[in-house]
């Protein structure tokens, strides 16, 4: 059972990076980023990025990237890759943790052969799902895509505007693309456990999250991003709470409306990441949040 990976993936604010840190410190762990928001530079705040003290466990892919720069899932495993190959060399163990479904995806059944996809097809999409809303778009893949249309959920809006990016960037159906055999770049060693939490305490522990990411001074982070005059396109400026905010500074909304709009937009994002887990982990052992003993004895029994 030499060279085990493990991955641990979970909605935004579930205590994933928590469970990593101390899952790290009874293993001789190194933890490695899956969050593709948190390997940028910016927004250390406003993106909840871990903050390790000086005693914690070596953090790799966090804060990397600069803003401006798209970082595709290839780009990123290859990254990983290179970083796990390394703490294994030191008979240490690699602990990959975060929320972003398709790197786990990557991971496990490889690399999808679908071409990198021109990034303003899909702030275009956006724009589009913000005024026609998320039916109409599954209706529009039913009607190019009608396997995609029926194997991806109503509800799914990360799976339906990845269908519709990929046919519009590529002028073929992501059906066809899935029919093609994936790229492996890591082997089959995973331990692979997905977090699960109560929906309530888990948007309870956004909007605490939230308030606290005030406290800390959120507004002048995004500020400073804003400063540096970054194209409209650059991806950083997709977190949740840059838009909010920066309407906040041009003194468009009041603060109290800043903070419901980016509890609202978090809440969605955490129920997209919960149908993610759902239909595309289902092989993933799955623990309730509240168990974190029990799942460094899982770990432990398994390596």
């Not at 008979?91 to 991971?107: D, E």
């Not at 906040?248 to 709009?261: F, P, R, S």
């Amino acid at each position: 059972m030499e060279n085990k990976i493990i991955l641990i993936a979970g909605p935004t604010a579930s205590g994933k990076s928590s469970l990593a840190n101390t899952l790290a410190k009874k293993i001789d762990g190194e933890i490695i980023n899956a969050d593709s928001i948190q390997i940028y530079k910016d927004l250390e705040i406003l993106t909840a990025r871990p903050k390790p003290k000086e005693n914690d466990p070596n953090h790799h892919l966090y804060g990397f990237v600069n803003g401006d720069e798209l970082w595709s899932v290839g780009k990123w495993i290859n990254e990983a890759k290179k970083i796990t190959q390394k703490i294994l060399k030191k008979n240490s163990k690699p602990i990959l943790v975060g929320g972003t479904g398709l790197y786990f995806k990557a991971m496990t059944d490889g690399l999808s052969p679908i071409p990198d996809i021109n990034y303003e097809i899909r702030g275009r999409l956006k724009k589009e799902l913000n005024i026609r809303g998320l039916e109409k778009l599954y209706g529009e893949l039913k009607v190019i895509d009608i396997q995609a249309y029926e194997s991806i959920d109503r509800n799914d809006q990360q799976r339906i505007l990845r269908a519709l990016e990929v046919f519009r960037g590529t002028g073929k159906k992501i059906s066809d693309y899935w029919k093609l055999e994936r790229i492996k770049v890591f082997e089959d060693n995973f331990i692979k456990i997905k977090l699960n939490t109560d929906r309530e305490k888990l948007y309870q522990n956004c909007d605490d999250r939230c308030d606290h990411m005030f406290q800390l001074g959120v507004i002048e982070e995004v500020q400073s991003l804003i400063d540096k005059n970054y194209d409209d396109k650059a991806p950083i400026l997709n977190a949740i709470g840059v838009s909010e905010i920066k309407e906040y500074l041009q003194k468009k909304i009041n603060i109290d409306e800043v903070k419901d709009l980016i509890k609202f937009r978090t809440h969605q994002y955490a129920k997209r990441q919960i149908t993610w887990l759902k239909h595309q982990m289902i092989s993933w052992k799955s623990f309730s949040t509240q168990e974190s003993d029990k799942i460094v004895d899982y770990f432990i029994k398994k390596l």
